[in-house]
């Protein structure tokens, strides 16, 4: 059964770099086929795909947050970073997670983390 969870402060103050941790477990992030993906929910509002990186270490971003986001991997420790830096109260919302699978014209995501609240408050 594979496992993600995210980890990071639940609070960072604007202009500042939020950095999130999503921690696999029961499965490889080198798995063949596999993309590791990041989405937001703003409060009142629907999911935002963020970005992913795939099992060979390959990112693809948001072009609405590309100039300003980042992820990473640590392969030792089976884990998917997210930065996002200069941070506004627009990037309050709750961050997940999650496991996907490309097909032609749509992506399936079969796994998620339970989702981390983050605030961007002074």
């Known amino acids: 059964q594979v496992q993600l969870r995210e980890s990071g402060p639940g609070l960072v103050k604007p202009s500042q770099t939020l950095s999130l941790t999503c921690s696999v477990s029961?499965?490889?992030?080198?798995?063949?086929?596999?993309?590791w993906t990041w989405i937001r929910q703003p409060p009142g509002k629907g999911l935002e795909w963020m970005g992913a990186?795939?099992?060979?270490?390959?990112?693809n971003y948001s072009p609405s947050l590309k100039s300003r986001t980042s992820i990473s991997r640590d392969t030792s420790k089976n884990q998917i970073t997210l930065q996002v830096h200069s941070t506004t109260p627009e990037d309050t919302a709750v961050y997940y997670c999650a496991r996907g699978s490309v097909y032609p014209g749509t992506a399936v995501y079969d796994y998620w983390g339970q989702g981390t609240q983050v605030t961007v408050s002074s």
């Open positions: 990186m795939s099992y060979s270490g390959n990112t």
């Open positions: 029961g499965g490889s992030i080198l798995t063949n086929s596999y993309y």
